[in-house]
């Protein structure tokens, strides 16, 4: 593109110069009497020919040079960038203001980046402290409640949002995320109601898998627990039916009861990673309650 272009600087300087060419070359192509004439009245007329004739081909020559010249000083030599602000650079620095100097303020502003960095579930905890801060933040209940829908704890999303409006009745910000919430709750309990259409005694894997993932999801522990071992007595290995069952177990605190269904999960399927990143946070959770002095 740069060779392009120098040879379209050269042709723009040639045409202005070679009227001066053509007309030196006019008067030196005229008649013998006047070539005569003119070495008579002007002895140095030919060497200023001469001159007029290497000054145009020293423009010529030296346009590319001038070109790139303009080029080269025209623009930086190194590139001046904005360097955008990272979501890992915007998550690191409140987390470290929040945590250097945990004001309401800052801790706020970490669950917004959190939730924004769509890490809702970790937006719940320092919400819960910005609240124990200021028991009548509308905007910490509003986020609390947008961050329990995000992560589909929508009985608690609901309970926040409530109380958002409650202490502001005209927060439409909290209004929406309660009427968020409420469509996602309603959502799981039409699909409910759609599945035990069917008999009991007709239905399939698919079904009953699908009951049991909808009432974990809304925190029916007992019946999400009742309905994945109906799935497994008829399919030991379903890797799915285990890793839920465990989970519901979890969150019933039944600890044990999920080590045990995480591990049966691994044995029927040893590459199952789901299964082991499960283990790892019962395993984990149980050492914290070991850990605990009893009282």
Do not use: H
């Not at 990272?86 to 620095?93: D, F, G, L, R």
């Not at 469509?183 to 259409?197: G, M, P, R, V």
């Amino acid at each position: 593109m740069d060779t392009n272009s120098m040879n379209e600087e050269n042709v723009s300087v040639t045409p202005e110069n070679s009227q001066e060419t053509n007309s030196l070359n006019t008067n030196s192509t005229g008649s013998e009497s006047g070539q005569e004439e003119k070495k008579e009245t002007d002895p140095s007329a030919n060497k200023k020919a001469r001159t007029l004739k290497t000054l145009v081909v020293v423009v010529l020559l030296l346009a590319p040079i001038g070109y790139i010249f303009y080029k080269t000083t025209g623009t930086p030599a190194v590139p001046v960038e904005t360097v955008p602000t990272s979501p890992v650079s915007e998550v690191a620095s409140s987390e470290n203001a929040a945590a250097t100097n945990p004001t309401f303020s800052n801790l706020l502003n970490l669950s917004n980046v959190y939730i924004r960095n769509g890490m809702a579930g970790k937006s719940i905890e320092p919400l819960q402290k910005a609240i124990a801060m200021n028991p009548k933040a509308a905007a910490a209940y509003s986020n609390l409640g947008l961050a329990y829908t995000c992560v589909q704890k929508y009985k608690e999303g609901i309970e926040a949002c409530e109380k958002a409006v409650q202490l502001d009745s005209t927060f439409q910000l909290a209004k929406n995320n309660l009427k968020w919430a409420r469509d996602e709750q309603n959502k799981l309990l039409n699909a409910i109601k759609s599945l035990e259409k069917t008999p009991e005694n007709k239905r399939d894997i698919a079904t009953n898998s699908g009951l049991g993932l909808y009432y974990l999801k809304l925190e029916e522990y007992d019946k999400s627990i009742d309905i994945f071992n109906k799935v497994i007595s008829k399919d030991s290995k379903n890797s799915a039916a285990l890793n839920n069952l465990g989970t519901a177990y979890m969150l019933k605190n039944q600890i044990d009861d999920a080590i045990k269904t995480f591990k049966t999960a691994i044995d029927a399927n040893s590459g199952d990673q789901l299964a082991k990143n499960n283990l790892a946070w019962a395993l984990g959770e149980k050492a914290k309650i070991d850990a605990t002095p009893k009282k």
